[in-house]
Every structure is written in C-alpha cells, then in structure tokens.
C-alpha cells in the first residue's frame, strides 16, 4: 500500500491526468474498450476467486445469486457499469444509489461482492474494479441458477459519485407501462427485445410487498389489477397487510414453483396472470412485445442465448476505461484523493494498449 512511490505529482504527472480527464469525454468509440481476459496478465486467478465467492455464498443462501443479477442491472443503468451501486457514501454530499427506494432495502448481495473484493485484493492488490466484480458475480450467478456460461467482456473502472436521484430518474419502476419500459431501455441503448430478454431474469429471485401493493389493495379495499389471477391476488394479500410499507420485511418468490432456478418459466407465467408486477404483465399488452414473450416459453434454449448476450451488451452500458474513473481498493468508498492519483497512474500502465487503440 502507499509506498514512496507516491509522491507529490509532477507536472507531467499533472499534464497527462489533464490529457486522462479530456479522455473520459469522448464518445464511448473513441474510447478504450472492455475486452474478455481482462486480467489475463495482472490477475489471472481474478474470475476464478469471484466464482469462488460467489460459490460459497450461493451454497449459504441460493437466493443471493438473483439479488446479485439485480445489483449488476441496477449498477449499470446508473451512471454506467462503475459500482456507483455500491457506494455508501457520496463524496459530492446527498443520498446515494444505495438509499434509493428501488434500492433500499431490497437490494441483497453487497457483502458477497465485499467477500470477492477481499479475496481478490488478497491476491492482486488495486488491481480488479468493483465494477468488473458485479459483472463476474452477475454472470456466475446466471449460470449457478441457469447452467448458462458466458465470457464478461472486463476493463470496467469504478466511479467516485452515486446519486439517489439518478437511480430514482434510470431505473424502471415495477409500476411503468410497456412504452416507459421502452424508453428507459432506448436509454441505455438497450432495444424492445432486450429488454423482454433481460426482464426474464424475474424468473428467479423475490419481491418486497410494496412493489405490487397497489395491485391487490386501494386502501384497505382488496382489488385485482387487470392481468393478475384473483386466486394469486388472494394469495398474496393473505400475504401482504394493506398497510405494507417501503421496509415491511415481508416477501414473496416472484417464480413461486422455482425461484431459484433461471428457466423460462417467467414467460409461462404472463399468460396465466402470474406476472407479480404491473410491469411485468405490460409485456403481453404490446403486441410486439407479447410475440416474443410466446417465442421464449416456447423455446428455453432461445430465451437463454438472447439473455447472454443481452446481459453483455448490458455490462457495457455508459463504462469509464482507460485512465477514467479508478480501482477501488474498498467498494462501499471512493479512494482517497491522493491514493486515487497513484491508481491512475499504475493502471495505465496495465491499460495502454486499451488506451493506444483509440
Ligand atoms: C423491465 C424493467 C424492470 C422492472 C420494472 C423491475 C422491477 C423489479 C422489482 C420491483 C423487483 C422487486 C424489488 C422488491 O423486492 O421490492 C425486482 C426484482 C428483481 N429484478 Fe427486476 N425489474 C426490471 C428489470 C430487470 C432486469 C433487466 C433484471 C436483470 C437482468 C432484473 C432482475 C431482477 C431480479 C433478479 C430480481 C430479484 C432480486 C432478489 O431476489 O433479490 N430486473 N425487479
Ligand atoms: C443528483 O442528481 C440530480 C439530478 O441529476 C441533481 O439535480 C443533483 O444536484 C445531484 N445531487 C448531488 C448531491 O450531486
Ligand atoms: C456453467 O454451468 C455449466 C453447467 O452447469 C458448467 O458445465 C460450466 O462449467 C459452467 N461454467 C463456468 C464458467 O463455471
Ligand atoms: C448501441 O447498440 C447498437 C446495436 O446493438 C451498437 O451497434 C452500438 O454500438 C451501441 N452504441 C453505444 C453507444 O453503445
Ligand atoms: C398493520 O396492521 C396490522 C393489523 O391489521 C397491525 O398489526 C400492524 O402493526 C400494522 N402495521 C403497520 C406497519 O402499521
Ligand atoms: C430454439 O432455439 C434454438 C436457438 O436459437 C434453435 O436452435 C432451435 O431450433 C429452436 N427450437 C425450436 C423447436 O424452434
Ligand atoms: C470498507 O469501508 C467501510 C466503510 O467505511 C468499512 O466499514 C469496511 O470495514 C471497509 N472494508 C474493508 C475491507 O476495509
């Protein structure tokens, strides 16, 4: 750790962070780009003790693999894939990512990406972003649920601002018709089709009552939303008190047959009236949207390479490369100010061919 190398910064330690931050503006082309093996040369067991990690807190508790799917997705919607996500505090002041309703307290999975970050730093000291973490453990645990393998394309680098207002204004509420799906995917350069692919991951993994409490009560008159089953709606306001709030710590599996397991089973599901969110149902209202949903509970093995591949051009969404952004040494904070100049520096060393190709 801080050795003596670190010293004051030299002018032309000062240029080419100058020349680094000018860099980080240009269109994601010009840019360094991710690339799979990543770590190849620097950190070669780097994937292999996420896997571990990730492993071991599946066998602990399998439900932590969905919230890890989750916390990718919701990582990269705000602000890019850069563990912005993870952030306990914001150096900048206000409420971060992490205290945002969409957020808090449903996501799960932090301390597994600390367990990987400790395990990797063990290793390969500064060495693997937070960011690259979230997508190998986002990937591990699609295939621990769904026997599905892809390769992460790595380089990510962590950001150093996370903004409650930014996950409240980027992430879909459970409560968005089909053309605020659309819109806050066209966002993301995300298309219509990925996202009925990516919204397959609700196959596995749990909801809060609040997320759907205004589809079984108004007040405490019991209702049914149109597309639910009224035998679900009775079940889950058996379930959920109409007077659930944001933290009430109640949940339900949202594929109650297998909620573990990533199968195509979601897409079964919507036509049944068993999709748990309005969102969810909002898929079989758009036509174009329905006809996929009838391709993928037709053909597993079709949903699942469309949700690999939707899941790579996910974790490329918005990313800082390069010299941009840093490696944290923890994942809840920003490095220091000072430690953070240093990181620039050996990273690139690590990075120039990324930076050379642009
Ligand atoms: C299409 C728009 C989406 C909406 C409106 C949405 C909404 C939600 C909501 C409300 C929950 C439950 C939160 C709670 O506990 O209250 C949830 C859970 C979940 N979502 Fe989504 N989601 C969307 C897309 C996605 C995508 C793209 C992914 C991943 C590729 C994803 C993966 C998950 C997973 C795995 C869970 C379960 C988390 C756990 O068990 O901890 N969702 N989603
Ligand atoms: C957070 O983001 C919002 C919306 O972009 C912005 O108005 C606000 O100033 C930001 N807050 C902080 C503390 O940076
Ligand atoms: C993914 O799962 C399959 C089937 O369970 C397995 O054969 C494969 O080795 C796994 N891939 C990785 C990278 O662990
Ligand atoms: C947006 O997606 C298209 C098609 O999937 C891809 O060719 C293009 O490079 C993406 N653009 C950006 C800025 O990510
Ligand atoms: C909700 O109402 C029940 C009675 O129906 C009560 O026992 C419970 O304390 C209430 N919870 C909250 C959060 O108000
Ligand atoms: C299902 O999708 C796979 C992958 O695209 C394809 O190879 C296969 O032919 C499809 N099966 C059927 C029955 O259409
Ligand atoms: C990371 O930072 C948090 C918040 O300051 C702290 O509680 C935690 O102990 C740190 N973890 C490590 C491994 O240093």
Redo the contacts with the bound molecule.
């Keep these: 750790m801080g050795t003596a190398k670190q010293n004051k910064p030299t002018a032309g330690g000062v240029a080419l962070a100058v020349a680094a931050c000018a860099l980080c503006l240009l269109p994601a082309m010009a840019r360094a780009q991710l690339r799979v093996g990543f770590y190849d040369a620097t950190c070669p067991s780097a994937e292999a003790l996420v896997r571990q990690a990730v492993a071991a807190a599946f066998a602990r508790d399998a ?1 932590l693999a ?2 890890l ?2 916390l ?2 919701h990582d990269c919607f705000v602000r890019g894939c850069d563990a912005s996500v993870l952030l306990t505090v914001n150096p900048g002041g206000g409420k971060t990512e992490r205290e945002a309703a ?1 957020n808090n307290p ?3 999975g932090f301390d597994v990406i600390d367990a990987a970050k400790a395990a990797v730093e063990r290793s390969c000291p500064r060495t693997v972003s937070c960011a690259d973490i979230v997508a190998f453990a986002a990937r591990d645990s699609i295939n621990l649920t769904g026997s599905v393998s892809y390769q992460v394309p790595a380089g990510r680098r962590d950001g150093r601002v996370s903004n409650e207002t930014e996950a409240l204004l980027n992430l ?3 409560t ?1 018709t089909a053309q605020i ?1 659309t819109d ?2 066209a966002a993301k350069n995300l298309t219509v089709q990925e ?1 009925v692919v ?2 397959g ?2 196959t ?5 009552c ?2 759907f409490l205004n589809r079984i009560w108004n007040g405490t008159t019991p209702i049914v939303d149109a597309g639910l089953s009224p035998s679900y709606a009775a079940l889950l306001r058996a379930l959920c008190p109409s007077n659930a709030t944001q933290t009430t710590p109640i ?1 339900t599996p ?1 594929d109650p047959g297998s909620p573990n397991v990533l199968d195509n089973n979601y897409y079964k599901l919507l036509p049944r009236n068993m999709g748990l ?1 309005f ?1 969810d149902n909002q898929l079989r209202v758009d036509p174009a949207m329905a006809a996929l949903v009838t391709a993928f509970a037709a053909n597993e093995t079709l949903w699942k390479e469309r949700f690999a591949a939707a ?1 790579v051009k ?1 974790g490329r969404t918005e990313v800082q490369t390069g010299r941009c952004g840093e490696v944290r040494l923890n994942c809840s904070v920003v490095n220091p100010t000072s430690s953070s100049v240093e990181l620039g520096s050996s990273a690139s060393a690590v990075d120039e061919e990324g930076v050379a190709a642009s």
Excluded: D, E
């Design positions: 439900g969905a919230g799917i989750r990718h997705f969409p449903s996501l799960r879909p509420p459970p968005s799906l806050k995917f996202m990516l919204s991951a609700h596995v993994g749990r909801s809060f609040i997320s949940t949202m969110f969102s899941m996910m």
